[in-house]
Nanobody, 126 residues
Framework: QVQLVESGGGLVQAGDSLRLSCELS????????MGWFRQAPGKEREFVAA????????YYADSVKGRFTISRDNAKNTVYLQMNSLKPEDTAVYYC???????????????????WGQGTQVTVSS
């Protein structure tokens, strides 16, 4: 069974940086595209970023483009989300998710991901 474990969240000030990590276990990591989503209180879970199995293609929500960078290390079974120039509106629980390579759904779609981590809280104070 696939298990995803996120880490790296915390409380920071506006303008600071954080790097989230998510390690996959139980299956071959390179068999999955990986995504990051976030959910703020009272809001729906939204797409943040995604990366294909080899790392050659990345995708970002407009709200984070130019500030966040997704990357992966297949040797470490880990996907990262480097978050720079954080804003209070980035405050949310951040989830990583795994999408099977045979699924042709858009990477921005929550339903395309079959496995989810437990989430890590990111709080940005003004």
């Amino acid at each position: 069974q696939v298990q995803l474990v996120e880490s790296g969240g915390g409380l920071v000030q506006a303008g600071d940086s954080l790097r989230l990590s998510c390690e996959l276990s139980g299956r071959t990591f390179s068999s999955y595209s990986m995504g990051w989503f976030r959910q703020a209180p009272g809001k729906e879970r939204e797409f943040v970023a995604a990366i294909n199995w080899g790392g050659s293609s990345t995708y970002y929500a407009d709200s984070v483009k130019g500030r966040f960078t997704i990357s992966r290390d297949n040797a470490k079974n880990t996907v990262y989300l480097q978050m720079n120039s954080l804003k209070p509106e980035d405050t949310a629980v951040y989830y990583c998710a795994a999408k099977g390579l045979t699924d042709t759904s858009p990477v921005t779609r929550k339903s395309a991901y079959g496995y989810w981590g437990q989430g890590t809280q990111v709080t940005v104070s003004s």
